[in-house]
């Protein structure tokens, strides 16, 4: 079982940066790979980012590429996600996920946060 809070949401500029973390609970955080999806007000939930249960491999939707950064912390069981560069169109609630498959699916993830809302002001 593992448990994932996130934290780190709020209101920003576009064109400024923000960093959102992933608290996990639970022993096997070093086994699961992570990820990050968001979902906007009338859209579907989406992936952002996702990295590894080795933190080897890491993958970024191209929306994001290039301007948001996935990483983990084995010692503080923390998953973040730096996000450079924003956009009005990054406003959306920031969901962290856990699963042995991980990947670009939601369907790889058994365990979800309850999100965490950014708001990006043009």
């Known amino acids: 079982q593992v448990q994932l809070v996130e934290s780190g949401g709020g209101l920003v500029q576009a064109g400024g940066s923000q960093r959102l973390s992933c608290a996990a609970s639970g022993r096997t955080f070093s086994s699961y790979a992570m990820g990050w999806f968001r979902q906007a007000p009338g859209k579907e939930r989406e992936f952002v980012a996702a990295i590894s249960w080795s933190g080897g491999n890491t993958y970024y939707a191209d929306s994001v590429k290039g301007r948001f950064t996935i990483s983990r912390d084995y010692a503080k069981n923390m998953v973040y996600l730096q996000m450079n560069s924003l956009k009005p169109e990054d406003t959306a609630v920031y969901y962290c996920?856990?699963?042995?498959?991980?990947?670009?699916?939601?369907?790889?993830?058994?365990?979800w946060g309850q999100g965490t809302q950014v708001t990006v002001s043009s």
């Open positions: 996920a856990a699963g042995a498959g991980g990947g670009i699916s939601q369907r790889g993830y058994n365990y």
